[in-house]
């Protein structure tokens, strides 16, 4: 059984993709979801929520090859290929002792990941994959054990050229703004080199201060010491705390940031008193601060960093609720962010309830909030987002990222919060290549989505339009405004 | 882009509806729900569960304005509103202090309404007034701010003449039967003048003791001693609570109620012993109950209800897991009910366990369970209702209760609960004119629910239009029979 | 209204089912459908999670009456007739004390069953049923009040023939490999028998210790001397405990088994020492085990369990989230198993984090994972699948092995864990006939939602050909090894 029928894929003069794909089937919604396509496809891309290393944009220098590209940095590829019994050290994934497991050779990587294409079939990693090899890199065939020496050529040579550069990239994927995620204590000074190139407002960092917060972590003293040098104020106190912070976000929004990050593992947002807040904050510095302590502390420098958006005025993003490193022996060789942060059960309502209740009506502040548990969609986030004019739902997160997760989330959500309680699309990706893949295939759910509204009759056709505009690029534009 | 697909929304004589609205867009399914639909559109209304004011349908007076009759009652448009930054006060939302904010215009209400109007895309708010609008009231074009002061003086119109009174309504909705809800210390005399009138047994009290059984309320004092008064029993012990409560059952009964409505936070139904119960009630009544012994009281109460049930015949109908007024700002100042009532995870498996093992196979015991958690159905509500004769499934509720919502419900509990152990379609509305929208939506979408399984060769055509009529008609009857 | 449009249901030459049925109705898929399941439909059934009773088997006698073959031991059919208020003792449910309620004439029990059809309307119970009666039984008209002493006499009349003599059936349901489930204290008497007629390596048992690992178990004591006798070791300590299930196990794999099966409350792994888990043992020993102490080793033989299967490569099996006999007025009476098993909230990332933290990369583990609670598909088991090469996600499991609940499922998983890290198709049933509809079920669920990716140009057809014999046969082949 060998006929294919999305006849695109292999015809004898290379490898195309369907115009197609990711619509609905049914011929009346299909030719909707065209039309409301058709009107979003060429709208410039809006990244707020990105990975790429600032380092890497501001120095240019051509990107390496194609393993180095698209599979050691993609740990939604290397988790895949981990489940199906290949060692990270086959993939080149770094050991954090620098031990001398001989690297290997990044075209074994390139042929690892090509021989089991198949078992990325229904996956957004195949889509996103395919997108940037087809549209992006003109490559002449499907990876496959057979076609995997010719696609890492043809892949190396284009990446070799200027025009795959990673600032010619910003131009070809469209890219009206970028933002980058950067340490609290980060110095910005890439950024400053971008804006020194012309590329300020356009690139822009994101203040992510998840590690200051945490005062149990294990770098937390060192990560306090950096916050001293780069704010210029000794943090002896829980005051000089708040305002390092501040200074900090300062330099941000200097810097051109519109906003801040918090991965924190619950969203629990209840203060404390200034008075509880010190005391927490001088036990920790003597490393005395219990894990109770800890935790509370957390979710009430939560409420201040809402306290300082109302003030700064930058979006406040929070994506709660995942178990980072779920596997100890791995974590302790190869470090975090390599495929085994796995999602909990999420719970906001009582959570950002302090939050809300203190600030949800404030005209400064917009928070936009992540799951990767759908459960909380109808029951939480969308009666939340559908009250408070603060809160904005954000785009479906992480492993829901995909053509069933995004459908499910407008089928959970827009019922109770329409489309304008929404962020609209957001990616999040450390895999350069993929951004513009994962951009169109949100355009093309979406319009399927909408499509599916207007074949109903419960949407006119030039909504639908004007709402597939909206959540591909007015509505993210509006959710991360210039400060 | 201006094009309207649905081409019957701005034809240049009027607006209409698009009869195929919410049936899916596959020609073969479509086809057999317009089969389905049209035995179930005609069937008359069961409104079990209704929050219309009984003063109101007493009074027969003439509806006010627009804004009076379709925003301020409506939480679901307010809190959308809200949600998108206009103020409570522009909607002349009453603050509870009777503050001189002075009151908008209602017309200037109805333009904030008709401006916002893209904001509902996508939302059962959306249908529900658009079938207000055009199936009731016959205005002319859909709301915008072009439209507002046309449709506010075509709406107003019609509202003043008779056929638009209360008691026309009742009639011209074809409701056979609307349930009022009434807390148990009301006077029924609003029943009693109905009855009067010749509308005994069509419009009937609906039980609710919610706020007598939670002693940790601050009224709680003051409802019991409107308890004492009504009952005519001095209720100055557990007993005489008990006795207090059944005497209103009774008396309800006698008014032609049919059921008791039971709003609690969780739950729970975990009984205490006579003694322990009475420990309890008598520290209430001096104020010393804690937190904990009101939330176990609470409990308890509920199999009391249940107990009562098996005796009196009331079905019991349950909606837990909500966490009211989740502003306290906005709480201390308009009050509940507007908007702010959120959802928590719900549980039910070992919540409703002893009220089930001590009646679940009663035969005169009826417990209709809502949920705002959808994850709660197929996990734990359509296996209980699969098993339990005594508990019926309720219809999708509140934030669920939405063109997606209702298929998802049947697509979760269908497999486990069939359609026989659910209690058929269950509006639940304060906003009057939206009772036909409602079940005529719920009728739409179980026709289209119904006809995908005819497409797919699961049930027969014959089968699924006796389905379609049994949710809609005679599944309520049965599940409130007559006493 | 009576037109039934699926035809093949009344025609005037006897019943048939429709070649398309539970296919998509689009007619592109539908197609594609076909395609896909004509490739599978012939594939020998690989049935390794079933609950036949290894007796029955052996013994090879004629099957009994269709009351005791399709309504007694069938918990889905039990159940949904007891939610519609027929008695158990009307089905001719054994007593637990035997008591002489006169035993239903079994012609009159399939008359409850057949008058009562309707109420099975959209349920898989109706589609198992209709499989069997029609594809295996060869019965004249569906079940009404009408037919069913027709359909009795169809049925009794095949039944008595050598051709449905239950070995017979094994060779005309195509069973290439069938398990039981058999206590770790089992004789495996029946496995031997069937060994030497030559049906070893194709009938085989499974290992289900569960009994023996909840120490707060009433029979405990009895148990434990059960397996002392077995094993032939006195099991006076924790330490003899675990040498003797290494021996039953050992004497399992002799006897042709493949798998584990544990079907605990909770997930929880959490590993005891060696010092700890002999204290609680001991004081079990004494009867003086705390119900936490209880819990916690439960948990702890768990992890074990994964241990000795990283030895002897037993494939694990472990379906938590049930609370089983939810009544126990019921259980009282009729004991266990007859439908009143319903399940609970599960958690999943933080529970099996010991075991796959210590054996998850393990070559020789494989865990398969059931749940009944779908919330732990995208949020849990998933993002859990797609990393550990040792996690198998397994089928939808009991309330959700259904034709929505199955298509739910690939929904929900596929982005994130591919095909492959599923275990394909499991069934999970005591009623024997059902085998073959079910797996026909799956084969058809998994066609149209194959088909829909192709249709959607996300796969190829030849990929979704080759997937769909993958989920069919080839990954429960390799879930399931021979060792």
């Given at each position: 059984?060998?006929?294919?029928t999305?006849g695109?894929?292999?015809?004898?003069?290379?490898?195309?993709?369907?115009?197609?794909?990711?619509?609905?089937?049914?011929?009346?919604?299909?030719?909707?979801?065209?039309?409301i396509?058709?009107?979003?496809?060429?709208?410039?891309?809006?990244?707020?929520?990105?990975?790429?290393?600032?380092?890497?944009?501001?120095?240019?220098?051509?990107?390496?090859?194609?393993?180095?590209?698209?599979?050691?940095?993609?740990?939604?590829?290397v988790?895949?290929?981990?489940?199906?019994?290949?060692?990270?050290?086959a993939?080149?994934?770094?050991?954090?002792?620098?031990?001398?497991t001989?690297?290997?050779?990044?075209?074994?990587?390139w042929?690892?990941?090509c021989?089991?294409?198949?078992?990325?079939?229904?996956?957004?990693?195949?889509?996103?994959?395919?997108?940037?090899?087809?549209?992006e890199?003109?490559?002449?065939?499907?990876?496959?054990?057979?076609?995997?020496?010719?696609?890492?050529?043809?892949?190396?040579?284009?990446?070799a050229?200027?025009?795959?550069?990673?600032l010619?990239?910003?131009?070809?994927?469209?890219?009206?703004?970028?933002?980058?995620?950067?340490?609290?204590?980060?110095?910005?000074?890439d950024?400053?080199?971008?804006?020194?190139k012309?590329?300020g407002?356009?690139i822009?960092?994101?203040?992510?201060p998840?590690?200051?917060?945490?005062?149990?972590?294990?770098?937390w003293?060192?990560?306090?010491?950096l916050?001293g040098?780069?704010?210029?104020?000794?943090?002896?106190?829980?005051?000089?705390?708040?305002?390092a912070?501040?200074?900090?976000?300062?330099?941000?929004v200097?810097?051109?940031?519109?906003a801040?990050?918090?991965?924190?593992?619950?969203?629990?947002?209840?203060?404390?008193?200034?008075?509880?807040?010190?005391?927490?904050?001088?036990a920790?510095?003597?490393?005395?601060?219990?894990?109770?302590?800890?935790t509370?502390?957390?979710?009430?420098?939560?409420?201040?960093?809402?306290?300082?958006?109302?003030?700064?005025?930058?979006?406040?993003?929070?994506?709660?609720?995942?178990?980072?490193?779920?596997?100890?022996?791995?974590?302790?060789?190869y470090?975090?962010?390599?495929?085994?942060?796995?999602?909990?059960?999420?719970?906001?309502?009582?959570?950002?309830?302090?939050?809300?209740?203190?600030?949800?009506?404030h005209?400064?502040?917009?928070?936009?909030?992540?799951t990767?548990?759908?459960?909380?969609?109808?029951?939480?986030?969308?009666?939340?987002?559908?009250?408070?004019?603060?809160?904005?739902?954000?785009?479906?997160?992480?492993?829901?990222?995909s053509?069933?997760?995004?459908?499910?989330f407008?089928?959970?959500?827009?019922?109770?919060?329409?489309?304008?309680?929404?962020?609209?699309?957001?990616?999040?990706?450390?895999?350069?290549f993929?951004?513009?893949?994962?951009?169109d295939?949100?355009?093309?759910?979406?319009?399927?989505?909408?499509?599916?509204?207007?074949?109903?009759?419960r949407?006119?056709?030039?909504?639908?339009?004007?709402?597939?505009?909206?959540?591909?690029?007015?509505?993210p534009?509006?959710?991360y405004?210039?400060?």
């Amino acid at each position: 059984m060998t006929e294919r029928t999305d006849g695109d894929r292999t015809g004898p003069t290379g490898w195309t993709l369907h115009p197609d794909r990711v619509f609905p089937a049914e011929a009346t919604t299909r030719e909707f979801a065209r039309t409301i396509y058709a009107e979003t496809r060429e709208l410039p891309l809006v990244s707020m929520h990105g990975h790429v290393d600032a380092g890497v944009l501001a120095a240019d220098a051509p990107f390496g090859n194609p393993a180095e590209v698209f599979v050691v940095p993609d740990h939604y590829l290397v988790r895949m290929l981990i489940a199906q019994g290949v060692a990270p050290d086959a993939l080149g994934l770094p050991r954090l002792d620098g031990a001398a497991t001989s690297a290997p050779d990044p075209r074994e990587v390139w042929r690892t990941l090509c021989s089991h294409w198949h078992v990325f079939r229904g996956t957004p990693t195949r889509y996103w994959l395919e997108h940037a090899l087809v549209t992006e890199l003109g490559v002449s065939a499907p990876p496959s054990a057979q076609t995997a020496d010719l696609l890492y050529d043809e892949i190396s040579g284009r990446l070799a050229t200027d025009a795959y550069r990673p600032l010619a990239l910003v131009e070809r994927f469209r890219l009206e703004l970028l933002a980058t995620t950067d340490a609290a204590t980060a110095t910005l000074d890439d950024h400053a080199a971008l804006a020194a190139k012309g590329w300020g407002g356009r690139i822009v960092p994101t203040f992510r201060p998840d590690d200051l917060l945490r005062v149990d972590h294990q770098g937390w003293p060192a990560d306090l010491d950096l916050l001293g040098e780069r704010s210029g104020i000794a943090v002896d106190s829980y005051r000089r705390f708040v305002e390092a912070l501040e200074q900090r976000r300062a330099a941000f929004v200097a810097a051109g940031a519109r906003a801040t990050d918090h991965g924190h593992r619950s969203a629990d947002t209840t203060p404390m008193s200034e008075a509880e807040a010190g005391r927490v904050f001088d036990a920790a510095l003597r490393r005395q601060a219990t894990q109770a302590e800890a935790t509370a502390f957390a979710a009430h420098m939560l409420f201040e960093m809402a306290r300082m958006s109302t003030q700064d005025g930058l979006t406040m993003q929070l994506h709660p609720g995942v178990l980072r490193s779920h596997s100890s022996r791995v974590a302790a060789t190869y470090g975090p962010d390599i495929g085994y942060d796995i999602p909990v059960a999420a719970e906001f309502t009582r959570a950002l309830r302090p939050l809300l209740d203190a600030f949800g009506h404030h005209p400064r502040l917009r928070l936009v909030v992540f799951t990767v548990d759908e459960t909380t969609y109808s029951r939480e986030l969308a009666p939340l987002a559908g009250v408070y004019p603060a809160l904005l739902l954000g785009a479906p997160w992480w492993f829901l990222d995909s053509p069933d997760g995004m459908r499910r989330f407008r089928e959970a959500v827009t019922d109770t919060a329409g489309f304008a309680n929404t962020s609209g699309f957001v990616d999040d990706t450390r895999a350069f290549f993929s951004i513009p893949a994962r951009h169109d295939l949100s355009r093309r759910v979406d319009a399927g989505f909408l499509a599916r509204l207007v074949a109903e009759h419960r949407l006119g056709l030039d909504e639908a339009v004007e709402t597939a505009a909206d959540l591909a690029y007015h509505l993210p534009r509006r959710a991360y405004p210039p400060l």
